[in-house]
């Protein structure tokens, strides 16, 4: 499985980014796509997952700011970044996750968020 990472960049902090991550490969029907994200100097963390039955899981830092989407024809996930603060500044991975070959990573796109 291949993850193809696009919509990182630079913005003002209270604007808007959206992240897409096409996965290509072997898809399976059953599984989790989902976005990390690893700030300089800290550990990576879980921003959401969303699994290919729509049901979402979010960091208690980006609820409420952040929403998951995907596009199971497409083999898509998407991350719609809102209010963005300079705190989220961040590589965003986004991973691909099959119950039986396990998780798999993309290369990683930065955002950079400005006060």
């Known amino acids: 499985v291949q993850l193809q990472a696009y919509g990182g960049g630079l913005v003002q902090a209270g604007g808007s980014l959206r992240l897409s991550c096409a996965a290509s490969?072997?898809?399976?029907?059953?599984?989790?796509m989902g976005w990390y994200r690893q700030a300089p100097g800290k550990q990576r963390e879980l921003v959401a997952t969303?699994?290919?039955?729509?049901?979402?899981n979010y960091a208690d830092s980006v609820k409420g700011r952040f929403t998951i989407s995907r596009d199971n024809a497409k083999n898509t996930v998407y991350l719609q970044m809102n209010s963005l603060k300079p705190e989220d500044t961040a590589v965003y991975f986004c991973?691909?996750?099959?119950?039986?070959?396990?998780?798999?990573w993309g290369q990683g796109t930065l955002v950079t968020v400005s006060s």
């Open positions: 991973t691909y996750n099959n119950p039986m070959r396990g998780t798999y």
């Open positions: 969303i699994t290919s039955g729509r049901s979402t």
């Open positions: 490969g072997s898809i399976a029907s059953i599984n989790v």
